[in-house]
């Protein structure tokens, strides 16, 4: 099916009889993210405007779905940890990575969905759920599809248990009336973002994100949108049940009028791949370097000096070691500053190539640049021009 067409994913089928009213139905959103942005070595990020969006379905109040007749839902592994359950769940997926993405505890969405609930479900098993996904973002890109999903599967999980308590928040921290406000709030066509949420919960989710994925870039700016700088005070290891890793963000807005141009060749990426050729140790020049250009960077994006972000768009502690990896990457980056672009940089891992531009015109000029250097190579490459400094993690009810 190419990666783009439809897959139902079930585990072990067992049939239903009686299929009650759905007592709530979400959606969630995550946009991709392209990370590092030179010399931001998992610590920058910046959102797109492209994305997964996930259809959550409560199918029936736990304990409720009755064997019978039908065969629309599936069942859960069994075994699964304390806090999670057996409940039936179907998980349908469209758009890219259908071919590929299942129903099993290695679907990370799947995984931090059920770490989600191991965490704020209070000892309550998971309601019968039906999740529909469709998903813009290709998997091993270097778009963030793996952040997406963790984050995408922790909002579900953090909708969920909210939702199931009686629209009462779990956390203590939460326990106001602003809580109870909130619930109020959430009728037909509202949106929530994480800035919606109380600090502690803000926090939570972050943390949770990070652990998961193993860095915090990607993780950052899919919650938070626009373009993120974070720091990670602890390793992403589990601290305990009680102490999660820390991780602090900084949001900036980004101007409306820039555009980004991203040219994913025709073959995934994995970042473990990606990271497997980095050199544990490097020169002192180069790490002077890149601190000057991160410094440099952030400072221009915050003041919004566009005609001289670029300078800080370049790389010496990563982007040399995985030009091996992306056939013409040099090239490629070469022809989308030539083209028009402030500046052009491997996305994440890769092996997308990004380019930042002043408008929609000249985004697109290196968009064509890039993919005919790419052609040079002999790969082929898709063109995505997007808004960049998008909105991040959203709730629709």
């Not at 592994?77 to 349908?92: D, K, M, R, T, V």
């Not at 270097?142 to 952040?147: D, N, P, V």
């Not at 602003?178 to 037909?188: F, K, L, P, V, Y």
Request: proline share 6%; hydrophobic share 45%.
């Amino acid at each position: 099916m190419n990666g783009r067409g439809r897959a139902v994913a079930v585990s072990e089928f067992v049939p239903v009889t009686t299929r009650r009213p759905s007592p709530a139905r979400f959606r969630v959103f995550v946009p991709a993210t392209t990370a590092n942005l030179g010399p931001g070595f998992d610590t920058l990020g910046l959102a797109l405007d492209l994305g997964n969006e996930l259809e959550v379905e409560i199918l029936a109040d736990h304990g409720n779905v009755e064997p019978g007749g039908g065969t629309d839902v599936a069942q859960q592994p069994a075994g699964s940890p304390e806090g999670q359950s057996n409940a039936p769940f179907i998980l349908e997926v469209y758009g890219e990575g259908a071919d590929q993405l299942g129903a099993s505890h290695d679907n990370l969405l799947v995984k931090a969905l059920q770490r989600g609930w191991q965490r704020w479900g209070r000892g309550r098993g998971l309601p019968p759920l039906r999740l529909i996904c469709r998903n813009e973002i290709p998997l091993g890109s270097g778009l963030g599809s793996s952040a997406a999903a963790i984050v995408m599967g922790l909002a579900t999980a953090w909708a969920l248990a909210w939702w199931v308590a009686g629209c009462q928040p779990r956390l203590a921290a939460a326990a106001t009336q602003q809580g109870e406000d909130r619930c109020s709030t959430a009728g037909a066509g509202t949106i929530w973002t994480i800035a919606d949420l109380p600090a502690a919960e803000q926090d939570e989710l972050l943390s949770l994100a990070y652990q998961l994925e193993g860095h915090p870039d990607n993780v950052a700016a899919a919650l938070y949108g626009g373009f993120t700088v974070a720091l990670a005070l602890d390793g992403p290891g589990k601290l305990s049940e009680e102490r999660l890793p820390r991780v602090w963000v900084e949001r900036l807005d980004v101007s409306s009028s820039l555009w980004g141009a991203v040219v994913t060749p025709s073959f995934p990426l994995s970042t473990g791949r990606s990271r497997q050729v980095l050199p544990e140790t490097v020169a002192r020049q180069d790490a002077v370097f890149n601190l000057a250009r991160l410094a440099w960077l952030v400072a221009a994006m915050a003041k919004q000096d566009w005609a001289r972000v670029g300078e800080g768009l370049v790389d010496r502690l990563h982007q040399p070691y995985r030009v091996r990896l992306v056939p013409g990457l040099a090239d490629v980056l070469a022809a989308g500053r030539q083209a028009g672009a402030l500046g052009a940089t491997l996305s994440g891992a890769g092996p997308s190539a990004f380019a930042l531009a002043p408008d929609h015109g000249r985004a697109e000029a290196a968009g064509q640049a890039m993919q005919r250097a790419f052609s040079d190579h002999q790969v082929e490459a898709q063109v995505r021009v997007v808004k960049v400094g998008t909105m991040g993690l959203q709730w629709y009810w």
